[in-house]
Protein backbone atom coordinates (compact mmCIF):
# COMPACT_ATOMS: atom_id res chain seq x y z
CA UNK A 1 0.00 0.00 0.00
CA UNK A 2 1.61 3.28 -1.12
CA UNK A 3 1.02 6.15 1.60
CA UNK A 4 -0.98 4.62 3.54
CA UNK A 5 -3.05 7.41 6.04
CA UNK A 6 -2.08 5.37 9.75
CA UNK A 7 1.00 3.11 9.75
CA UNK A 8 0.87 0.95 12.80
CA UNK A 9 3.90 -1.30 13.96
CA UNK A 10 4.65 -3.14 17.33
CA UNK A 11 1.91 -1.54 19.35
CA UNK A 12 0.46 -2.38 22.80
CA UNK A 13 -2.43 -0.60 23.97
CA UNK A 14 -3.95 -0.69 27.91
CA UNK A 15 -4.33 0.80 30.78
CA UNK A 16 -1.68 -0.13 33.22
CA UNK A 17 1.96 -0.34 32.46
CA UNK A 18 2.72 -4.06 31.87
CA UNK A 19 -0.92 -5.07 31.25
CA UNK A 20 -1.61 -4.75 27.52
CA UNK A 21 -4.76 -5.31 26.42
CA UNK A 22 -4.30 -5.77 22.55
CA UNK A 23 -1.43 -5.77 20.16
CA UNK A 24 -1.32 -4.27 16.67
CA UNK A 25 1.70 -6.02 15.28
CA UNK A 26 1.60 -3.79 11.65
CA UNK A 27 -1.60 -2.07 10.13
CA UNK A 28 -1.73 0.08 7.53
CA UNK A 29 -5.12 2.24 7.35
CA UNK A 30 -5.59 2.72 3.34
CA UNK A 31 -6.26 6.53 2.32
CA UNK A 32 -9.55 7.63 1.06
CA UNK A 33 -11.34 4.00 2.42
CA UNK A 34 -13.92 3.10 4.66
CA UNK A 35 -12.72 0.94 7.09
CA UNK A 36 -14.57 -1.59 9.74
CA UNK A 37 -13.03 -3.38 12.35
CA UNK A 38 -15.24 -5.78 13.84
CA UNK A 39 -14.63 -8.28 16.82
CA UNK A 40 -15.92 -9.57 20.52
CA UNK A 41 -16.49 -7.06 22.94
CA UNK A 42 -13.52 -6.73 25.25
CA UNK A 43 -11.09 -7.29 22.80
CA UNK A 44 -9.64 -3.31 22.99
CA UNK A 45 -11.53 -2.11 19.94
CA UNK A 46 -12.37 1.28 21.65
CA UNK A 47 -8.91 1.48 23.53
CA UNK A 48 -7.35 1.44 19.84
CA UNK A 49 -9.85 3.84 19.02
CA UNK A 50 -9.14 6.47 22.05
CA UNK A 51 -5.02 5.89 21.33
CA UNK A 52 -5.56 6.73 17.42
CA UNK A 53 -8.20 9.66 17.90
CA UNK A 54 -6.21 10.93 20.39
CA UNK A 55 -8.81 10.97 23.50
CA UNK A 56 -6.96 8.58 25.66
CA UNK A 57 -3.27 8.13 25.77
CA UNK A 58 -4.14 4.01 25.74
CA UNK A 59 -0.56 3.59 23.94
CA UNK A 60 1.65 1.67 26.83
CA UNK A 61 5.25 2.85 26.38
CA UNK A 62 7.40 1.25 23.94
CA UNK A 63 10.02 3.21 22.07
CA UNK A 64 9.92 0.36 19.25
CA UNK A 65 6.14 1.03 18.37
CA UNK A 66 4.76 3.71 16.22
CA UNK A 67 1.65 5.14 15.18
CA UNK A 68 2.07 7.40 12.43
CA UNK A 69 -0.56 9.52 10.79
CA UNK A 70 -0.47 11.21 7.34
CA UNK A 71 -0.79 14.97 7.72
CA UNK A 72 -2.00 17.53 5.06
CA UNK A 73 1.67 18.10 3.93
CA UNK A 74 1.85 14.32 3.59
CA UNK A 75 4.26 14.10 6.61
CA UNK A 76 3.86 11.16 9.22
CA UNK A 77 3.00 12.32 12.38
CA UNK A 78 3.78 9.97 15.38
CA UNK A 79 1.09 9.97 18.12
CA UNK A 80 3.24 8.41 20.30
CA UNK A 81 5.14 11.27 20.51
CA UNK A 82 1.78 13.98 20.30
CA UNK A 83 0.97 12.30 23.60
CA UNK A 84 4.05 12.10 24.82
CA UNK A 85 5.16 15.52 24.26
CA UNK A 86 2.56 18.40 23.54
CA UNK A 87 -0.60 18.62 25.11
CA UNK A 88 -2.01 21.83 23.08
CA UNK A 89 -0.02 20.60 20.13
CA UNK A 90 -2.16 17.09 20.49
CA UNK A 91 -5.85 18.97 20.75
CA UNK A 92 -4.83 21.10 18.12
CA UNK A 93 -4.10 18.14 16.22
CA UNK A 94 -7.49 16.60 16.90
CA UNK A 95 -9.71 18.81 15.89
CA UNK A 96 -8.04 19.55 12.86
CA UNK A 97 -8.19 15.80 11.98
CA UNK A 98 -10.53 13.74 13.40
CA UNK A 99 -14.06 14.17 13.79
CA UNK A 100 -16.01 11.33 16.01
CA UNK A 101 -19.68 9.80 16.46
CA UNK A 102 -20.24 7.37 19.62
CA UNK A 103 -22.87 5.05 20.32
CA UNK A 104 -23.66 7.78 22.76
CA UNK A 105 -24.48 10.74 21.44
CA UNK A 106 -22.90 13.27 23.48
CA UNK A 107 -25.20 15.79 22.89
CA UNK A 108 -25.94 18.65 25.51
CA UNK A 109 -29.79 17.85 26.53
CA UNK A 110 -30.79 21.29 27.85
CA UNK A 111 -28.83 22.99 24.16
CA UNK A 112 -30.95 23.02 21.39
CA UNK A 113 -29.71 21.17 17.94
CA UNK A 114 -28.86 23.69 16.63
CA UNK A 115 -26.21 24.93 19.51
CA UNK A 116 -25.02 21.23 19.91
CA UNK A 117 -24.20 21.01 16.35
CA UNK A 118 -22.75 24.69 16.20
CA UNK A 119 -20.70 24.89 19.00
CA UNK A 120 -18.42 22.33 17.40
CA UNK A 121 -18.21 23.70 14.20
CA UNK A 122 -17.58 27.23 15.62
CA UNK A 123 -14.77 25.20 17.72
CA UNK A 124 -13.12 24.10 14.47
CA UNK A 125 -12.76 27.74 12.68
CA UNK A 126 -15.96 27.44 11.09
CA UNK A 127 -17.47 30.58 9.85
CA UNK A 128 -21.21 31.09 11.47
CA UNK A 129 -23.47 31.31 8.78
CA UNK A 130 -21.45 28.82 6.71
CA UNK A 131 -21.58 26.35 9.34
CA UNK A 132 -25.25 27.09 10.08
CA UNK A 133 -26.15 26.54 5.99
CA UNK A 134 -24.09 23.20 6.61
CA UNK A 135 -26.04 22.07 9.29
CA UNK A 136 -29.20 22.79 7.57
CA UNK A 137 -27.96 21.22 4.50
CA UNK A 138 -27.32 18.04 6.30
CA UNK A 139 -30.20 17.43 9.04
CA UNK A 140 -32.18 17.42 5.70
CA UNK A 141 -29.82 14.67 3.88
CA UNK A 142 -30.28 12.51 6.99
CA UNK A 143 -34.29 12.83 7.38
CA UNK A 144 -34.59 15.51 10.06
CA UNK A 145 -37.05 18.67 9.33
CA UNK A 146 -34.91 22.38 9.88
CA UNK A 147 -37.54 22.73 12.41
CA UNK A 148 -35.37 21.01 14.45
CA UNK A 149 -32.71 22.90 14.52
CA UNK A 150 -34.07 25.35 17.71
CA UNK A 151 -35.51 22.33 19.28
CA UNK A 152 -33.91 20.95 22.75
CA UNK A 153 -32.48 18.07 22.80
CA UNK A 154 -33.83 16.82 25.71
CA UNK A 155 -37.54 17.08 23.40
CA UNK A 156 -36.02 14.68 20.68
CA UNK A 157 -35.92 11.15 20.19
CA UNK A 158 -32.96 8.52 20.65
CA UNK A 159 -33.14 8.46 16.92
CA UNK A 160 -33.16 12.13 16.28
CA UNK A 161 -30.36 12.78 18.59
CA UNK A 162 -28.06 10.13 16.95
CA UNK A 163 -28.72 11.49 13.51
CA UNK A 164 -27.81 15.06 14.73
CA UNK A 165 -24.31 12.99 15.90
CA UNK A 166 -23.75 11.99 12.44
CA UNK A 167 -24.46 15.44 11.19
CA UNK A 168 -22.37 17.22 13.72
CA UNK A 169 -19.32 14.78 12.28
CA UNK A 170 -19.78 15.07 9.16
CA UNK A 171 -20.50 18.17 8.54
CA UNK A 172 -17.18 19.42 10.58
CA UNK A 173 -14.13 19.35 9.14
CA UNK A 174 -12.11 16.37 9.05
CA UNK A 175 -9.47 13.65 7.52
CA UNK A 176 -10.76 10.82 9.53
CA UNK A 177 -14.42 10.07 10.90
CA UNK A 178 -13.76 7.85 13.20
CA UNK A 179 -17.19 5.91 14.66
CA UNK A 180 -17.03 3.70 18.15
CA UNK A 181 -20.42 1.60 17.43
CA UNK A 182 -22.33 4.49 15.94
CA UNK A 183 -25.02 2.63 14.79
CA UNK A 184 -24.87 0.38 17.91
CA UNK A 185 -28.98 1.73 19.71
CA UNK A 186 -30.61 2.75 16.25
CA UNK A 187 -32.76 -0.16 14.62
CA UNK A 188 -31.43 -1.68 11.94
CA UNK A 189 -33.25 0.46 9.48
CA UNK A 190 -32.17 3.75 10.33
CA UNK A 191 -28.49 2.27 10.90
CA UNK A 192 -28.42 1.19 7.79
CA UNK A 193 -30.03 4.67 6.43
CA UNK A 194 -27.14 7.10 8.20
CA UNK A 195 -24.66 4.27 7.45
CA UNK A 196 -25.38 4.70 3.73
CA UNK A 197 -25.23 8.51 3.66
CA UNK A 198 -22.26 8.92 6.16
CA UNK A 199 -19.91 6.29 3.93
CA UNK A 200 -20.91 8.16 0.64
CA UNK A 201 -20.27 11.86 1.65
CA UNK A 202 -17.57 10.48 2.62
CA UNK A 203 -16.30 8.66 -0.53
CA UNK A 204 -17.77 11.93 -2.32
CA UNK A 205 -15.09 14.01 -0.60
CA UNK A 206 -12.18 11.92 -0.77
CA UNK A 207 -11.75 11.23 2.88
CA UNK A 208 -11.90 8.47 4.94
CA UNK A 209 -13.40 6.60 7.70
CA UNK A 210 -12.60 4.44 10.41
CA UNK A 211 -15.60 2.23 12.22
CA UNK A 212 -16.08 -0.25 14.78
CA UNK A 213 -18.92 -1.83 14.56
CA UNK A 214 -20.81 -5.71 15.51
CA UNK A 215 -22.56 -5.41 12.65
CA UNK A 216 -21.17 -7.73 10.24
CA UNK A 217 -23.97 -7.22 7.73
CA UNK A 218 -23.19 -3.46 7.47
CA UNK A 219 -19.54 -4.12 7.50
CA UNK A 220 -20.14 -5.96 4.21
CA UNK A 221 -22.30 -3.29 2.52
CA UNK A 222 -20.20 -0.27 2.91
CA UNK A 223 -16.54 -1.30 4.18
CA UNK A 224 -14.03 -1.38 1.39
CA UNK A 225 -11.53 -3.09 4.29
CA UNK A 226 -12.92 -5.11 7.15
CA UNK A 227 -10.35 -5.73 10.01
CA UNK A 228 -10.94 -8.60 12.43
CA UNK A 229 -9.94 -8.74 15.92
CA UNK A 230 -9.04 -12.00 17.45
CA UNK A 231 -7.60 -13.23 20.97
CA UNK A 232 -4.58 -14.69 21.31
CA UNK A 233 -2.68 -16.52 23.95
CA UNK A 234 0.83 -15.10 24.57
CA UNK A 235 2.11 -15.07 28.45
CA UNK A 236 -1.37 -13.52 29.05
CA UNK A 237 -4.69 -13.50 26.92
CA UNK A 238 -4.41 -10.55 24.46
CA UNK A 239 -5.86 -9.32 21.76
CA UNK A 240 -4.37 -9.10 18.21
CA UNK A 241 -4.98 -6.81 15.12
CA UNK A 242 -3.01 -7.47 12.23
CA UNK A 243 -2.94 -6.59 8.46
CA UNK A 244 -2.82 -10.22 7.77
CA UNK A 245 -6.19 -11.02 9.51
CA UNK A 246 -8.06 -8.35 7.16
CA UNK A 247 -10.82 -8.61 4.36
CA UNK A 248 -10.44 -6.74 1.16
CA UNK A 249 -13.26 -5.57 -1.37
CA UNK A 250 -12.81 -5.57 -5.16
CA UNK A 251 -15.71 -4.35 -7.19
CA UNK A 252 -18.46 -6.83 -5.40
CA UNK A 253 -15.86 -9.32 -4.20
CA UNK A 254 -14.11 -10.12 -0.83
CA UNK A 255 -10.69 -11.55 -0.88
CA UNK A 256 -8.84 -12.83 2.87
CA UNK A 257 -5.11 -13.59 2.60
CA UNK A 258 -5.47 -12.40 -1.64
CA UNK A 259 -8.15 -15.62 -2.05
CA UNK A 260 -11.45 -14.79 -2.94
CA UNK A 261 -13.88 -15.61 -0.18
CA UNK A 262 -17.36 -16.75 -1.48
CA UNK A 263 -18.65 -16.11 2.03
CA UNK A 264 -17.36 -13.62 4.27
CA UNK A 265 -20.13 -13.21 6.49
CA UNK A 266 -19.38 -17.32 7.32
CA UNK A 267 -15.73 -16.46 7.95
CA UNK A 268 -16.16 -13.66 9.93
CA UNK A 269 -18.01 -15.46 12.65
CA UNK A 270 -15.55 -18.80 12.74
CA UNK A 271 -13.11 -16.28 13.24
CA UNK A 272 -15.49 -14.91 16.26
CA UNK A 273 -16.09 -18.31 17.78
CA UNK A 274 -12.30 -19.45 17.67
CA UNK A 275 -11.47 -17.09 19.52
CA UNK A 276 -10.83 -18.85 23.27
CA UNK A 277 -12.77 -16.22 24.95
CA UNK A 278 -15.81 -17.21 23.10
CA UNK A 279 -15.83 -20.93 23.68
P1 LIG B 1 -14.23 -3.32 23.14
O1 LIG B 1 -14.39 -1.90 22.73
O2 LIG B 1 -13.58 -4.19 22.12
O3 LIG B 1 -15.52 -3.93 23.62
P2 LIG B 1 -12.55 -2.17 25.21
O4 LIG B 1 -11.50 -1.57 24.37
O5 LIG B 1 -13.59 -1.27 25.77
O6 LIG B 1 -13.25 -3.38 24.40
O7 LIG B 1 -11.89 -2.95 26.43
C1 LIG B 1 -10.73 -3.79 26.29
C2 LIG B 1 -10.28 -4.25 27.66
O8 LIG B 1 -9.81 -3.12 28.41
C3 LIG B 1 -11.36 -4.90 28.49
O9 LIG B 1 -10.80 -5.96 29.21
C4 LIG B 1 -11.83 -3.78 29.41
O10 LIG B 1 -12.32 -4.30 30.61
C5 LIG B 1 -10.54 -2.99 29.63
N1 LIG B 1 -10.81 -1.55 29.87
C6 LIG B 1 -11.59 -0.74 29.15
N2 LIG B 1 -11.59 0.53 29.60
C7 LIG B 1 -10.77 0.51 30.70
C8 LIG B 1 -10.33 1.50 31.65
N3 LIG B 1 -10.75 2.78 31.56
N4 LIG B 1 -9.49 1.11 32.62
C9 LIG B 1 -9.06 -0.16 32.72
N5 LIG B 1 -9.42 -1.15 31.85
C10 LIG B 1 -10.26 -0.83 30.88
MG1 LIG C 1 -16.05 -0.65 22.76
Redesign the pocket.
Known amino acids: MTNPLIKIKNLHCG ?1 APGKP ?1 LYVDDLNLAENEITFML ?1 P ?7 LIEALGLINDTILDNKSSHVLFQNDQNQYVNLNELWINNKSELETFRRNYFSFIFQNNYLMPNLSAGENMMMTLLMKGENETEAKDKILYYMDKVGLVGDLFDKKVVHLSGGQKQRLAFVRAIASPFKLLIGDEPTGNLDAMTADKLMSYATQSIRDSNRSALF ?1 SHDINLALRYADTILLFKFIKKDVELGLLSDSEALKREGDKWYHTSKEIANPHQLIMEGFLQSPKML
Do not use: F, H
Not at 41 to 47: H, L, N, Q, R, V
Open positions: YVGSGIGKSTV
